[in-house]
């Protein structure tokens, strides 16, 4: 489905600007609506998209030219405007607009359409800047002055992502974490002014992430920070913002943490980016008066074409019974893979990423339910092998049970310090019955943006697997007016504004799990105080409802 984002982080944008201003004159200011398109489109299909442009000089009439060209994305995550032509990811050629060049008095708005057409043999992702450039204006100035003119000349680039929807089997998501570097706050020259004084006391990672296929990622990390026995000692967000990695780029994600106690440590950082399995880097690391970490010592996964027939396995099954199910497990790779598996707790974080874990919570999980067999093996090219999945259910209550097949992949000639590649599979047991279905939304957090972003965080209280759909409702509340010693008392009566829908959880929400889930509204709001009524039904006997004011400015 296509998407238009008009939430889109403007620090992820490099916006071109270059200005000479002279005394006497203000800058020219203009808009551009929405920032970041996100398109599919078949081999041969064409899709049209509008933006809006708005002059907000409010005196002066001014004229644009629309040009297209391509995009690199800097090891900041930032997307920088390069010449047409020099990305082969590009699809600036596929770009037409309605106008190249139009004129707009003060204040005054237009829509212009783009029609985006892809060749017919093609595939993977392509990418383009959309460049709105304000023509230069020349003001002639008197004999005084040093010079003949000044020249204002302003650009803001829409950024274009379109994703090629081929009949074709497309290539597998080939991520790998690069390198991990680990540097004192207080060197790091961006953070040392950030933190200031807290410097001293925090580490910067940066895992360097490089996407080595021919489609964009959109990635979420974590940091794990253990001692060299394994013990967990800290959990961090790696990265910020979209998670956005072009092919072929190298982007560094980031997270600071507070420098730990003087001894041996060990940093995992762990991403996930829609492949089979996430990608993980692994690095030891010494604190004393230095922080000691040697190149040779850092390891990580790499991608493994091992094909798993299903991404999850769902059993519905009564009390006091058993079923099996099976596994279809194929080595698309040139050598032999070997492939160790263990039964691990099922999590899911708020993103709604897996994390398999060695313990958790033993009343909704069914680990000791299961069998599966065999539990390692190896798998020849070409080579598929059926693993089965025996679930032998007890005497219980009614509710959700949960578990993850753990696989553990590597190739037959990789080292043993090499890092194995995981290749999770979920299994969600349902036991029929009157279940307890409980939900409530713990908090709603509006961005300063406009339009905003709206995020929900929704809590499953409950004994079975929740699948929440969301509603938001926005009002606009009036200011109240006073007249002399008159004071009005009481909420303002509200003015409806909009009603959407949220996209749903990509996952169940288990027992006692959290989902996050964001959408950005379709249009800006004027300035002043707004509620979101938030509504979210999960299948309960009343739906679960959060009020959230806000302010727009």
Same mark, same amino acid.
């Given at each position: 489905m296509d998407k238009i984002k008009k939430g889109f982080n403007i620090a992820r944008l490099l916006i071109i600007l270059s200005a000479v201003f002279s005394k006497g004159f203000g800058q020219a200011t203009f808009t551009v609506t929405p920032q970041l398109v996100e398109l599919e489109? /078949?081999?041969?299909?064409?899709?049209?998209?509008?933006?809006? %442009?708005?002059?907000? +000089?409010?005196?002066?009439?001014?004229?644009?030219?629309?040009?297209?060209?391509?995009?690199? &994305?800097? @090891?900041?995550?930032?997307?920088?405007v390069i010449d047409k032509g020099t990305s082969k990811y590009s699809c600036a050629d596929w770009i037409k607009p309605d106008s190249m060049e139009?004129?707009?008095?003060? $204040?005054?708005?237009? @829509?212009? =359409?783009?029609?985006? $057409? /892809?060749?017919? $043999?093609?595939?993977?992702?392509?990418?383009?800047?959309?460049?709105?450039?304000?023509?230069?204006? #020349?003001?002639?100035?008197?004999?005084?002055?040093?010079?003949?003119?000044?020249?204002?000349?302003?650009?803001?680039?829409?950024?274009? &992502?379109?994703?090629? *929807?081929?009949?074709?089997?497309?290539?597998?998501?080939?991520?790998? !974490?690069?390198? !991990?570097?680990?540097i004192p706050a207080q060197e790091d020259r961006e953070y040392s002014l950030l933190l200031k004084d807290a410097a001293k006391n925090a580490l910067v990672v940066k895992a360097i992430v490089h996407n080595r296929g021919d489609m964009h990622i959109k990635a979420k990390g974590r940091l794990v920070l253990t001692d060299r026995k394994g013990k967990r000692l800290r959990e961090v967000p790696l990265g910020a913002g979209r998670g956005m990695v072009l092919p072929e780029a190298k982007v560094k994600f980031v997270s600071v943490i507070k420098r730990p106690l003087p001894g041996d440590y060990v940093l995992e950082a762990v991403l996930n980016y829609g492949g089979v399995s996430p990608a993980i880097g692994r690095l030891p690391f010494t604190v004393a008066r230095k922080i000691i970490a040697k190149d040779r010592s850092f390891i990580s996964t =790499?991608?493994?074409?091992?094909? #798993?027939?299903?991404?999850?396995? &769902?059993?519905?099954?009564?009390?006091?019974?058993?079923?099996?199910?099976?596994?279809? !497990?194929?080595?698309? @790779?040139?050598?032999?893979?070997? #492939?160790?598996? *263990? %039964?691990?707790?099922?999590?899911?974080?708020? +993103?709604?990423?897996?994390? /398999?874990?060695?313990?958790g919570? =033993?009343?909704?999980?069914?680990?000791?339910?299961?069998?599966?067999?065999?539990?390692?093996?190896?798998?020849?090219?070409?080579?598929?092998?059926?693993?089965?999945?025996?679930?032998?259910?007890?005497?219980?209550?009614?509710?959700?049970?949960?578990?993850?097949?753990?696989?553990?992949?590597?190739?037959?000639?990789?080292?043993?310090?090499?890092?194995?590649?995981?290749?999770?599979?979920? !299994?969600?047991?349902?036991?029929?019955?009157?279940?307890?279905?409980?939900g409530e939304v713990t908090k709603v957090e509006v961005s300063k943006g406009n339009p905003p972003t709206f995020t929900v965080y929704f809590k499953n209280l409950g004994n079975?697997?929740?699948?929440?759909?969301?509603?938001?409702?926005?009002?606009?509340?009036?200011?109240?007016?006073?007249?002399?010693?008159? *004071?009005?008392?009481?909420e303002p009566k509200s003015e409806p504004v909009g009603v959407f829908g949220m996209k749903g959880f990509p996952v169940a929400v288990l027992p006692g799990g959290i989902a996050k889930m964001e959408q950005d509204y379709d249009k800006p709001l004027e300035p002043g105080s707004y509620t979101a009524v938030v509504t979210v039904d999960y299948g309960g006997a009343e739906p679960a409802v959060f009020v959230q004011k806000f302010q727009v400015k």
């Open positions: 489109l /078949a081999p041969g299909a064409r899709r049209t998209f509008q933006v809006l %442009l708005v002059n907000e +000089n409010e005196k002066d009439t001014s004229r644009f030219r629309i040009v297209t060209a391509d995009v690199f &994305e800097t @090891e900041a995550g930032n997307y920088r139009l004129t707009l008095g003060p $204040k005054q708005g237009k @829509e212009i =359409s783009f029609e985006v $057409k /892809a060749p017919p $043999k093609v595939s993977g992702g392509r990418y383009a800047s959309i460049v709105f450039a304000l023509l230069p204006k #020349v003001t002639p100035f008197g004999p005084d002055e040093a010079g003949a003119g000044v020249v204002f000349h302003f650009r803001i680039p829409v950024q274009l &992502e379109v994703t090629i *929807k081929s009949t074709l089997t497309p290539r597998p998501k080939n991520v790998a !974490i690069e390198g !991990i570097e680990i =790499s991608t493994i074409g091992l094909n #798993v027939g299903r991404g999850i396995i &769902e059993i519905f099954s009564p009390p006091n019974s058993y079923r099996t199910q099976v596994l279809t !497990i194929t080595n698309e @790779e040139n050598e032999v893979v070997k #492939v160790k598996t *263990k %039964l691990k707790y099922l999590q899911y974080d708020e +993103n709604g990423d897996i994390v /398999a874990t060695d313990s919570d =033993s009343r909704f999980s069914c680990i000791d339910w299961l069998t599966i067999e065999p539990k390692d093996f190896e798998l020849a090219p070409g080579a598929t092998k059926t693993m089965k999945v025996v679930a032998k259910i007890p005497d219980t209550i009614p509710g959700g049970r949960y578990a993850c097949i753990n696989m553990e992949a590597m190739l037959l000639s990789a080292k043993e310090t090499d890092l194995p590649t995981p290749v999770q599979v979920p !299994i969600i047991l349902t036991i029929p019955g009157t279940a307890e279905k409980k079975i697997h929740l699948k929440p759909k969301v509603k938001v409702e926005l009002a606009y509340l009036p200011k109240v007016t006073t007249r002399g010693d008159l *004071k009005y008392i009481g």
